[in-house]
């Protein structure tokens, strides 16, 4: 059974930046689409990023489009999440999931299979 465990999380400013890792042990996820999503208190958990397995297509929500960006590496079993330009509102638990979602799902959360345990970032105004 694949497990998902995510990393990079922690406190920064607004304006700052932070790369999430998620390295997936116990299996390949080579094969997998995988996704980034994110969960702040009070609300619902919310898509943020997707990317299919070899990386050819990629998907973002409208809040983090241009400022974030999704990328594999196969080879390491690992996802990333650049962000850059990081704004209080942002705040939140990162999730990264694994699944076979097919492109028009991307950004249903249903559609992932495998989930991490979670990284908190804080961004301080």
Same mark, same amino acid.
């Given at each position: ?8 999380? #922690? ?15 116990? #299996?390949?996820?080579?094969? +997998? ?6 969960? /702040? !208190?009070?609300? &619902? ?6 990317? #299919? ?6 998907? =973002?929500? /409208?809040?983090?489009?241009?400022? &974030?960006?999704? +990328? ?7 996802? =990333?999440?650049?962000?850059? +330009?990081?704004? !209080?509102?942002?705040? /939140?638990? =990162? =999730?990264?999931?694994? #699944?076979?979602? !097919? ?23």
């Amino acid at each position: 059974q694949v497990q998902l465990v995510e990393s990079g999380g #922690g406190l920064v400013q607004t304006g700052g930046s932070l790369r999430l890792s998620c390295v997936a042990s116990g #299996g390949s996820i080579n094969t +997998s689409q995988m996704g980034w999503f994110r969960q /702040a !208190p009070g609300k &619902f958990r919310e898509f943020v990023a997707a990317i #299919g397995s070899s990386s050819s297509t990629t998907l =973002y929500s /409208a809040s983090v489009k241009g400022r &974030f960006t999704i +990328s594999r590496d196969n080879a390491k079993n690992t996802l =990333y999440l650049q962000m850059n +330009s990081l704004r !209080p509102e942002d705040t /939140a638990v =990162y =999730y990264c999931a694994s #699944g076979r979602v !097919p492109v028009r799902s991307y950004g249903v959360a249903e559609k992932y299979e495998i989930w991490g345990q979670g990284t908190q970032v804080t961004v301080s105004s």
